[in-house]
Structures are given as structure tokens and as C-alpha cells.
């Protein structure tokens, strides 16, 4: 049977707490690095914890990056959390450039240093929902909370697909949307109520 949601396993990311945040939800989601389990989900979840140069690299080698942007172009819904949304961008600058899977144009970048601000930015910050209409967020509040573990996020260079922002200190794309494609540098199975829903909205889609 083919799997609801495919949480894509390249050996790097948290990925038993977000399929325990699914389920929680009811929703079954089957961990995989197969990529034909991925090809055949009805949905698809990248998650990721890690280095960029090392994450982009196994996706390539095990060919789950042909999968995922293979799906994603035939319309399958995906979600892309923390390491896995800024995977999705031309180039990240962690360590070095390294090139990414360059389905949005845009790049990864650093957060610029400033007198008192800890990087990582490691926490809880508020989200100003850029786009309130985004599947993702159906039934929030208005500005709601999530946690964050990240020291980069993004620059798309089309400034429609984003979201959602955060501050810190000054305002940063925190999620992404476009058609059946969305992505989340905060962690939603980190993020108690506000995040399950959203994980939520994700598996009814």
C-alpha cells in the first residue's frame, strides 16, 4: 500500500518526533529512504537537522532529489521543514556555496551579527502571517508562536511566495508557499498546539 505521507529519510533530521507529531494528529506518515516509497506518496515531508553541504549531497546520491522535485512538479502536496525548506532554494552560503535544489530562486543566508543577538536564534518567536490564506495555516490565531533551531533562512528573490516572517531583529521569511509547495524554517512538530495543527491542515490537504 502506498504511503499517505513519506517523511524523506537521508540520514540527517529529527525524523521519528515529526512523524509522532503526525500521528498524534491521526494521520499515518511512513519514514523512507526509498525512493520509490517517496514517488508513490500521497504527500511528501522533508525534514532536516544538520549541515546543508552534507543534506544536499545524500539527496543526491540516493537520488531522492530527482524524486522530490520530480513530485513536486506533478502537483503533489510537500512540505519542507527547517534544513528542508532552505534546501529547496538556488545556493546556501553555510560554510562555503553550496548549490540547492534551486526549485525557488533565492538564496541561504546568515543572520547578520548584532550587539546581543544569540546565533542560533533558539526559541520561541511570533509569526506575522504574510499570507493568512496559506493551507498551512487554516484555524490559526493571527500571530502565532513556533520554535525555532537555526542560524541561516532565506532570501527568496520572489518576495509573493513568502508566507510568513519572524523578527529577529529585523524581519525574516520564515516560511514559504506556492500552489502545493510549503515550507517552514520553524519546526512545527516543536511547536506544541500551533504547530500540530499545522501539521494538521498539512495531512487533510
Known sequence: ???????????????????????SRGATAEITADPNRVAEADKIVLPGVGAFQDAIARLRETRLSEVILDRIRAGRPFLGICLGLQMLFT????????????????????????PGLKIPQMGWNTLTLTKPDCPLFRELPPQPSVYFVHSYYPQPTDAGIVAATADYPDAFPCAVWQDNVMATQFH????????????KNFAEL
Open 188 to 199: 512545527p512538530e516543536k511547536s506544541q498546539a500551533i504547530g500540530l495543527r499545522m501539521l
Open 91 to 114: 545556493r546556501s552560503h553555510e560554510d562555503g556555496e553550496h548549490a540547492g535544489l534551486d526549485y525557488f530562486a533565492g538564496e541561504v543566508v546568515r543572520f547578520r551579527s548584532s
Open 1 to 23: 500500500m502506498k504511503p499517505a505521507i513519506a517523511i524523506v529519510d537521508y540520514g540527517m533530521a529529527n525524523l521519528r518526533s515529526v512523524q509522532k507529531a503526525f500521528e
